[in-house]
């Protein structure tokens, strides 16, 4: 009896769980919509000139506000959230499952990072908005501006990869651990394009929305394959390294 109450128990927690994320992703969705609607109606230009400006100096708005050490971690954690740097991590991520022996995972992490990079660029096509053009950029740019590539790709990139290898651990500690950190480094990156200059605030909030929609929609997509043995569950590996370490 206590066996199934328990049972009972953790399938309720887990049904919860999703029912949340569902939520979650439809709150971001809404956020992104509303957003995306107040761009092209030119509401979100006052606040965004208003935020972009100070973090400039009154006297030079080519030099940001704060120490030069800010300044070279600022460019730092734009690198970390371009196209190199997430592909290096993702690529470090993918092989690290594929060590672990979970073959499936990794081959599903691979196809959410590229499903997201990908629905990043058909959103900026879409849109089409201009780069800021209140203070000079402190690093190049050649693409549009909304919603932030760098914001959203970070976004799926460390929430997406933190999820998934939050979802493989059984220790709470351990996947509280990894949801925080992917959460920081897509707060840093999104906020150092603005300091930067290159993208105006509401480009960065409509691209951590995306971004945040794409890693809770894989994370629900890995649970249900996770219950149906598409992917492997926490401790769990290949069917056929489980074969083969049960030989003599």
Request: proline share 4%; with cysteine.
């Amino acid at each position: 009896m206590i066996q199934i109450l328990a049972t009972l128990w953790h399938r309720l927690r887990a049904d919860f769980a999703l029912l949340l994320a569902f939520l979650g992703l439809a709150g971001l969705s809404f956020v992104f919509l509303k957003l995306a609607s107040e761009m092209l109606e030119g509401e979100t230009m006052a606040l965004d000139r208003i935020i972009i400006r100070g973090l400039r100096t009154a006297a030079d708005p080519a030099i940001p506000i704060g120490p030069g050490w800010f300044e070279t971690m600022m460019l730092d954690l734009t690198a970390i959230g371009g196209v190199w740097g997430l592909t290096a991590i993702t690529v470090f991520v993918a092989g690290f499952l594929i060590v672990a022996r979970k073959y499936a995972t990794a081959m599903f992490v691979a196809g959410s990072v590229i499903g997201g990079a990908a629905l990043g660029t058909l959103l900026k096509s879409v849109f089409e908005r201009a780069r800021p053009d209140v203070v000079p950029h402190l690093v190049e740019v050649y693409d549009a501006s909304f919603p932030s590539g760098h914001a959203m790709n970070s976004a799926v990139v460390f929430l997406t990869l933190g999820a998934l290898l939050a979802s493989t651990q059984k220790s709470r500690r351990v996947r509280i651990y990894l949801i925080c950190v992917a959460v920081a480094l897509t707060l840093g990156v999104g906020f150092s394009r603005v300091y930067l200059g290159v993208h105006w605030p509401s480009d960065v909030i409509a691209g951590w929305c995306v971004g945040a929609a794409w890693a809770i929609l894989c994370w629900i997509a890995a649970r249900l394959l996770q219950r149906t043995h598409r992917i492997e569950q926490p401790g769990e590996v290949a069917a056929d390294d489980n074969d083969m370490e049960g030989q003599p």
